[in-house]
C-alpha cells in the first residue's frame, strides 16, 4: 500500500469536512496535488474536479457555489501567475462575504527567497483578501493549517489560503505529535446562530413598536430567514426593500417588497426610504447612503453577524449583532402587531403604479431591441425552480427592475465587488450545484467577450450530465460597454468610443461552431418566442439578442445635477446624441404616462 502524502491528506480532510466538489486549474507548482487529485478519482473518493479555462473562473465558481450552497467553496491553483490570476475572484468572495478556501501551490522551500521562477510572496500577495493565509513548511503542519483555513472561512464567512510549496506536496504525511510546538486539530465548523443579549432584543421591540413608518432593508445575510423577514414586516405593517444580494431572499411577488433601492431601484423604496420613521436592516450593507433616511429622520436597528457593518451606513439606535433567522425569531415574541395599516397599503399602491412604469418602459420602441423587454419577457415566463445570474454591466439594471424571483427561485451576481464576467462562472456553479434546475446566465457581450465565452467551452463539456439540461446564456449584444457609456455621460462626458465600442461578432454562430443551440435574436417580435424555444430546449442555448445600447437606465429619481451632467455630455459631442435623446424622451415619456395613469385611475 503506497504511504499517504500531504496532498491525499489534504484532499482526504476536505472530504472529511463534506466538500465534494473543487474547482481548479493546473499546472507544475500544484503539481504533486494535481497527482493526488488523479489519484483519488481513480479509486473512487466522493468528490469532483472541475476544471475550467482559467483560474480566475475558478475562484468566481467557488465564490458562487459558496453563494448557491451556503458550504465552502474550494478553488485551486498553481503557483505565480496562476495564483496571482485567482485574486479576483477571491476578492468578489472577501466582499460579498462567502467561505472560500483556495489551495495554491508554491516554488519549493529551498527556492523560497531566491527569486526562482513563478516564485511570489503569495503570504504578501493574498494577506489583503484572504481572512487566513498560511504555508504548509511541514508535512505535520498540514492538518491544522488546512482545519484551520477552513473553520476561519466558515465562522467569519471569508477566502482564506493555504499555500502548499512543490516539494512538501509530496511529501509523506505525518501525524501531528503529542509535542511541544505542535498543535492538534479536528473537523467541525462552528455555529453561526447567534442570538443577541434579552435587553438588546427588548430596545430594538420598542424602537421597532414605536414606529408607525417602519422600512426592511433585506440583504444576502438574511438568506434562510424569508420566513421570519415576512412576519417581522407582517406584525409592523412595514414594507420591504431588498438589496441586489438579496433578492431573492423576499418573494418578488410580495405586494409590499419594493425590490431594489440605489440606481438600479425603484422609485417605491426610494419613497420608502426617503419617508419611514424607522428603518430595520437585516443582514445588509447597502453603500449608498444617499438613498437612505436623512440622518436623525428615522430610529435605526440592524441585525448583522459582522459586527464591523453595524452603525456603518446608517446612526443605528440598537444594534444586534446575531443571524438574521434566530434575532428575528427573537424579536417576534416581543412585537405586537400594528394595527394601522395604511403605511404598508402606500407602499402596496406605489409599487402597483412602479409596475405599470417598467411595463411600459419595456415596451417603448428601440433600434432594433428595448433590453428591458428581453427581461420582462423573461420575467413573464421564468420557470419554477428557476436560478437567473446577471453581469455588473447594464444586465444588473434590468435583472433589478423586471426580474420578480419566486419562493423557488434563486439569484445573484457580484456584488460589492461588481466584476464584470461574474455572470457566467456564477450560472455555472449554480448548475453544477443544483443540476436538476433550469439556470438562466443574463451577460452583456462585453462581458461576454472578456471571458465568459470561453466557458462555453465548459459548458460544452459538461451538459449531459446535467439532469436539467437547460442552461441558457443570454448575451444582450449592443457593441456597447453601456454601463460604462451611461456613466461617463451622467459624469459629463461624451462616450469615448475608443474604449467604449465592443468588436461585433456572431455570439449564436459561435455557439452552433461548439454544438450547441444559437438564437439570433434581431427583431423584438421575436424575443417571446425566442425564450419559449430556449426554455423548451434539450440542452445548452446561446440567445444573441441584438439590443439598443441608448436606453437609458433611468434612475428612480433624477437629480437636478444628474439631469445637467447629461446634458453637458451631449453638448461635447457623444457620438449617439440623436439616440440618447430620442431614447431617453421615450422612456421618460413612457414613465409620466404611466403615473399620470395611474393616478387618474386611482381617482375615480
Known sequence: MAETTVSDFIIDRLIAWDLHRFFGYPGDGIGGFDGALERAERSGKD???????????????????????????VCIATSGPGAVHLLNGLYDARMDNQPVLAIVGQQARVSIGTDFQQQLDLERLFQDVAGYVETVTTPMQAQTVLDRALRIATADRCPTVVILPADVQDEPMEEPADAHFVSRTGIGRPSTRLLPPADELRRAAEVLGAGSKVAMLVGAGAAGATDEVLAVADRLGAGIVTSLLGKDVVPGDVPHHTQQAGLLGSRPSYDMLKNCDTLLMIGCSFPYTEFLPATGQARGVQIDLKAQNLSLRYPMEVNLLGDARSTLGALLELLERQSDRSWQQGIVDGM???????????????????????????????????????????????YGQHIR????????????????????????????????????????????????????????????????????????????????????????????????????????????????????????????????????????????????????????????????????????????????????ARSVAAELFATAKHAVTRDR
Open 47 to 73: 468528490f469532483r474536479y472541475i476544471r475550467p479555462t482559467h483560474e480566475e473562473i475558478a475562484a468566481f465558481l467557488a465564490t458562487a457555489h459558496a453563494k448557491f450552497t451556503g458550504e465552502a467553496g
Open 352 to 398: 402597483r403604479e412602479w409596475d405599470e412604469v417598467t411595463g411600459r418602459l419595456a415596451a417603448t420602441t428601440a433600434d432594433p431591441t428595448n433590453p428591458r423587454y428581453v427581461f420582462q419577457e423573461l420575467n413573464e415566463r421564468l420557470p419554477r425552480r428557476a436560478i437567473v445570474t446577471a453581469d455588473a454591466g447594464s444586465t444588473a439594471d434590468w
Open 405 to 584: 424571483l419566486g419562493r423557488d427561485m434563486m439569484g445573484s451576481l457580484s456584488g460589492s465587488l461588481a466584476s464584470m464576467i461574474a455572470a457566467m462562472p456564477y450560472a455555472l456553479a449554480a448548475k453544477f450545484a443544483h443540476p436538476d434546475r433550469p439556470v438562466i446566465c443574463t451577460i452583456g457581450d462585453g462581458a461576454f467577450q472578456m471571458l465568459g465565452m470561453n466557458e462555453l467551452l465548459t459548458v460544452k463539456r459538461h451538459w449531459q450530465e446535467w439532469e436539467d439540461p437547460r442552461f441558457i446564456v443570454m448575451v444582450l449584444h449592443n457593441d456597447d460597454l453601456t454601463q460604462v457609456s451611461w456613466e461617463m455621460r451622467e459624469a459629463g462626458d461624451p462616450r469615448y468610443d475608443t474604449s467604449q465600442l465592443v468588436e461585433d461578432m456572431d455570439y449564436a454562430g459561435y455557439a452552433r461552431l461548439l454544438g450547441l443551440t444559437g438564437i439570433r435574436v434581431e427583431d423584438p417580435a421575436d424575443v417571446g418566442p425566442a425564450w419559449d424555444r430556449a426554455l423548451a430546449a434539450d440542452g445548452p442555448v446561446v440567445l444573441d439578442v441584438l439590443t439598443d445600447p441608448n436606453v437609458p437606465p433611468l434612475p428612480p429619481h433624477v437629480t437636478l445635477d444628474q439631469a445637467r451632467s447629461m446634458a453637458q455630455s451631449l453638448l461635447k459631442g457623444d457620438p449617439a446624441e440623436r439616440r440618447v435623446i430620442v431614447e431617453s
